[in-house]
Every structure is written in structure tokens, then in C-alpha cells.
């Protein structure tokens, strides 16, 4: 990719994400200094043991992109989700239950 595309590109994508970023950033805030928040937008905390490698794998990441681990974790929670659901829909996953219904 030569540096004018990869500058594009930065840009275009920077401009998409910024209007985002506003928003994650208060939500960021408020999550961190309100309790009250947190039940009235129903957040729930995701808890996992990993490794320390990957911990601060994921710290230094976050980092180097100037983004919440918030924000990181619950893209790549939605992107991992999707992947499962395209992938049952292929494999006809529930096909067996949804037999057993029409019975």
C-alpha cells in the first residue's frame, strides 16, 4: 500500500470512529465513577482468567491504540459472536432441534 492510500485511509478511517469515540469516551467516564450508571444502561461485567501473556498482550495493544479495554474486548466479543452464528447457520447447528419441533 503506498503512503498516500495508507494516509487516506488513516483519515477516513479516523473520521468514521471519531463520532464513536465521543460517546465511548463518556460512557468510559461515567462507567468509572457511577454505579447508578452502570444499572440503568445494564452494563454487565465479563469476567475471564487468561494468561499473563495474554493480558499484557492485550494491555500493550490497547495502549499502543489509545483504546479501552472496555471498547476492545466487547468489539472482538461482538466479531467472535457473529463468527459463531454465521458458522452454526452453515453447519445447520440446531437443525436436530428444530426436527424435533416440527414432531
Known amino acids: 500500500m503506498n503512503q498516500l492510500t495508507e494516509l487516506l485511509m488513516y483519515k477516513a478511517l479516523h473520521f468514521k470512529q471519531s463520532g464513536q469515540n465521543g460517546s465511548d469516551m463518556i460512557l468510559e467516564h461515567l462507567v468509572e465513577k457511577d454505579g447508578e450508571v452502570i444499572d ?3 452494563l454487565k461485567n465479563v ?5 499473563q501473556q495474554l493480558a499484557d498482550r492485550l494491555d500493550n495493544m490497547c495502549g499502543v491504540l ?3 479495554k472496555r471498547r476492545f474486548i466487547e468489539a472482538a466479543i461482538i466479531n467472535a459472536l457473529d ?3 454465521r458458522v452454526a447457520a452453515e453447519v445447520k447447528m440446531f437443525e436436530h432441534f428444530e426436527e ?3 414432531k
Not at 47 to 51: D, G, N, P, R, Y
Open 83 to 85: 463468527e459463531a452464528d
Open 66 to 68: 489509545d483504546l479501552s
Open 100 to 102: 424435533q419441533e416440527g
Open 47 to 51: 469476567c475471564a482468567k487468561v494468561s
Open 40 to 42: 440503568k444502561l445494564q
